[in-house]
């Protein structure tokens, strides 16, 4: 069976990175974060920071993960070696219907209301172009990974440099800063503990998507070399970006101003410069959109085509094309049902209930690194995570406690998001191979 050949050098796994992450999250979730932790300052960039090490601490332990074994697939292939085909099953199956068919879906949709901002679109033209961006992403990814990871380099740059233009013009220009040091902390801190939880998960959420890099450790040239400094640096990166934005954007509005908003970007761009530039937000935005969406396009389906390698999915997803050596029906495949999704506005319910569930497999592909090393004591190791045993341990902890926190606190939710996850059980029942191809797969996979 043909392999998808590797393409992605070291910048492209670093722009690839960024631009996984950086959506619309930036420009809006600060505001609610803030809120949650009474609208004390300094509370809120130490959530910031404690999201970005947590997601640090993640992405050096995947680094070995992914340099040890850089298969098409990654999060997918760790935990079947490690944990068998079931619970992979579960994680490729929830990340096909949910979470990242409703990314895409949530992204487009964003897209177009923003669009609308610049260009009135009535309901139906605003699904229209929600789709068309699908569909625009899609042929892109299709027609070739060179030229999807060219596209996704220069659009990641852009929003990069209009993120940080932004920052340096509202620390340069505002006053936010004057007159806020009663709200930078404060001696009552009951309600504090369970806020800095809740403004956790929003930080997460806006730090969502440096993982999928591991889905194309298949695809990357030298990857003993190149995997884990692209995706430490870009992940590494995108702290530096975030705690940025956030003091420019206290440094426009101050704390006050920064949590009563919730349009924070364009409130700010406003406030220190003009309303007319706002509307330069809204331009930055549609770029950063498009970037997260084509990213997850190139990205996500790569596990969908690990999977109908190992004869657990639809068989044509294993496919790559002749001619654009891509997992086009993949791509085609997990397009088709983000459009689905994005015009039934189903998005949102699967979205809530289930997001929470990615940090489960997160830890198991994270606990991977255990047994890899206990089964696979002489594998050549081109990087070793720093601090070992500590540091995804760490990870594991954090994520653990994240899944807990929701399951204590909204049971009803955590509930029907396992549900649907389980639901996948009958799925696997059918498509599971008998042992012989079953084994057979396994080991075309070692040998990618």
Known sequence: MISLPRTLGLLDLIWLTIGSVIGSGIFLVPGAVLRQVNGLIL????VWLAGGVLSLLG??????????????????IYIRDCFGRFPAFLFGWTLFFVIS???????????SAYLGEIVPLTPLLAKLVAVLLIAVVTVVNVVGTRASADLQNWTTAAKVFGILLMSAVLLWLGQGFHGSG?????????????GLGLAMIG?????????????????????????ARGLVIGTATLVGIYLLANLGYLAA????????????????VANVVSPAAAKLVAIMILVSIFSATNATMLSSP????????????????????PRFQTPAFAVIAGALWSALLAITGTFEQLLTYVIFIGWIFYALAAASIFVYRKRMPEAVRPYRVPCYPWTPLLFIAAAVALVLNTI?????????GLGIVLFGTPAYLIWRPKSGSAESSLVRGELE
């Open 302 to 321: 790569r596990v969908y085509y690990a999977m109908a390698r190992d004869r657990l999915f639809f068989q044509r997803l294993a496919e790559v094309h």
């Open 253 to 268: 509005l101050g704390g006050q101003g920064v949590a009563g908003s919730d349009r924070l970007a364009a409130t700010a």
């Open 408 to 416: 204590i606190a909204q049971p009803a939710r955590a509930g029907i």
């Open 203 to 227: 930080v997460l959420w806006a730090y969502e998507g440096w993982q999928f890099v591991t889905y194309n450790a298949g695809e990357v040239i030298d990857p003993k070399r190149n995997f």
């Open 101 to 111: 068919s409703g990314s895409v879906a949530t992204l487009a949709v964003a897209f």
């Open 43 to 46: 509370p809120a960039l130490l």
């Open 182 to 194: 009663p709200t930078l902390w404060s001696q009552h801190n009951g309600s504090l503990v369970s």
């Open 59 to 76: 992405a050096l332990t995947y680094s070995e993960l992914g340099a040890m074994k850089p298969a098409t697939g990654g999060l997918y």
